[in-house]
């Protein structure tokens, strides 16, 4: 055994959001989210288990981590050493495609890939869905990005319950996202801390409940290739989560006016034709999904409107789930 593997795992972007947690320790969801595991805003990690190291070390992008993100990857690493019977510490390197922290849900990604290489290192075979209660407790929405293409997330009372899977994968529905990065800076305050907020807004109750109820019809929505539908479910939803942002104490307001600009472009695409539709998480950026034969419409237009950079304008579609691959960063 060498101790040693790597994997790669693509954000998940969510049609109805997890915003809010039932239980902070396991990161278990208020409500259950489904999404769309991408094939482009992907992260690639090493993970090696050495018996030379006193504690586990954390490189992202080039730059030695410690403090937080060290925390939470430790954190994850302890809960993949207690279901393996193992104690070396590891040495871990990640790479993004994309910037982290800027809303482009790089936890995500980060996390799933990160236990799929952790697990793999061990030489453990879990299932998808196992696997992916443990991407969970690094951050929620890893779990949807350990499974690929359409993936739902439940809530669970307990870890092993809180778990995702495929509905349907990749080549079900040639979907894309168009991500509309109008902001690289960091977020001030990221999804980890505003969950914790989601219950001080008066609308937080609503919204559950509301995300609960068209849950069932944003399923069939997918599985009908109905991107009308889906569009508007996940339009509400991305409004009711960002009201609850916004009406929390303190405030989140993620919004940017260039984030308004967008909102107020995709309405006006859609009234000329263009079916598109868009979902905002916890960040200034926009995710617009149509169908593929539109895609290079929506990011022409984006670019020309918006007055954004080709790099600013990424496309991506629907991925395979966390998987190791031979190439490793060290
Ligand atoms: O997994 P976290 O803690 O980064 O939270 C994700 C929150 C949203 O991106 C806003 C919604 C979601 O379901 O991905």
């Known amino acids: 055994?060498?101790?040693?593997?790597?994997?790669?795992?693509?954000?998940?972007?969510?049609?109805?959001?997890?915003?809010?947690?039932?239980?902070?320790?396991?990161?278990?969801?208020?409500?259950?989210?489904?999404?769309?595991?991408?094939?482009?805003?992907?992260?690639?990690?090493?993970?090696?288990?050495?018996?030379?190291?006193?504690?586990?070390?954390?490189?992202?992008?080039?730059?030695?981590?410690?403090g937080k993100p060290l925390e939470r990857v430790a954190r994850v690493l302890d809960a993949v050493?207690?279901?393996?019977?193992?104690?070396?510490?590891?040495?871990?390197?990640?790479?993004?495609?994309?910037?982290?922290?800027?809303?482009?849900?790089?936890?995500a990604s980060a996390f799933a890939a990160l236990v799929r290489a952790a697990f793999g290192a061990l030489g453990e075979e879990l299932s998808t869905e196992e696997l992916s209660t443990y991407a969970r407790l690094g951050s929620g929405s890893a779990a949807r990005s350990v499974p690929g293409g359409f993936v739902e997330w439940t809530t669970g009372k307990t870890h092993e319950e809180s778990r995702a899977w495929s509905l349907h994968g990749p080549d079900h529905w040639d979907l894309r996202d168009v991500a509309l990065v109008v902001s690289g800076t960091e977020k001030k305050v990221g999804s980890a801390d505003g969950h914790g907020l989601a219950n001080t807004s008066p609308f937080n109750d609503t919204r559950i409940r509301t995300v609960e109820a068209i849950l069932p019809r944003v399923r069939q929505a997918i599985a009908d290739r109905d991107l009308t539908t889906?569009?508007?479910?996940?339009?509400?939803?991305?409004?009711?989560?960002?009201?609850?942002?916004?009406?929390?104490?303190?405030?989140?307001?993620?919004?940017?006016p260039a984030t308004v600009e967008g909102i107020h472009l995709v309405r006006q695409w859609r009234e000329e034709g263009i079916p598109a539709y868009f979902t905002i998480d916890a960040g200034p950026n926009l995710h617009v999904f149509c169908e593929g034969r539109h895609a290079d419409e929506v990011a022409r237009r984006a670019r020309e409107e918006m007055d954004l950079r080709e790099d600013q304008v990424l496309v991506g579609g629907p991925g395979e789930g966390a998987r190791l691959v031979g190439d490793h960063l060290f």
Not at 83 to 99: G, I, L
Not at 235 to 254: F, I, K, N, Q, W
């Open 1 to 66: 055994m060498s101790g040693k593997a790597t994997a790669v795992a693509g954000a998940n972007i969510a049609f109805t959001k997890y915003w809010g947690r039932r239980d902070a320790a396991l990161n278990t969801p208020l409500n259950p989210s489904l999404g769309l595991t991408l094939d482009n805003l992907l992260t690639t990690t090493t993970v090696e288990f050495r018996d030379d190291l006193p504690e586990d070390t954390l490189v992202i992008g080039g730059e030695p981590q410690g």
């Open 230 to 256: 889906l569009g508007e479910l996940m339009e509400h939803d991305a409004l009711l989560m960002h009201g609850v942002m916004m009406t929390s104490t303190p405030s989140l307001l993620y919004w940017t």
């Open 81 to 107: 050493r207690d279901r393996s019977d193992e104690v070396r510490r590891a040495r871990v390197v990640s790479e993004n495609t994309f910037a982290a922290a800027t809303g482009l849900a790089s936890s």
